[in-house]
């Protein structure tokens, strides 16, 4: 979990980069790439930090089930 915060947080620094250099040399498909970069990053975070709550959830859930 902790590699994969790290990464995320690095693919974030370096998609908000490249959203930077995007919109600062007005090339719209580069600023663009850069945003869903950073969308992507952020969900990826998400994700990472929530992972034990998910598999807590899931698991208390299969456990009602049988």
Do not use: E
Request: aromatic share 6%; proline share 2%; hydrophobic share 60%.
């Amino acid at each position: 979990m902790t590699v994969g915060l790290v990464l995320a947080v690095l693919a974030l620094i370096v998609s908000a980069i490249v959203w930077a250099l995007g919109a600062n040399s007005s090339n719209p498909h580069l600023a663009g790439r850069g945003k869903l970069g950073v969308l992507i990053a952020l969900g990826a975070a998400v994700v990472c930090g929530a992972s034990v709550t998910l598999v807590n959830f899931f698991w208390n859930v299969g456990q009602q089930v049988s």
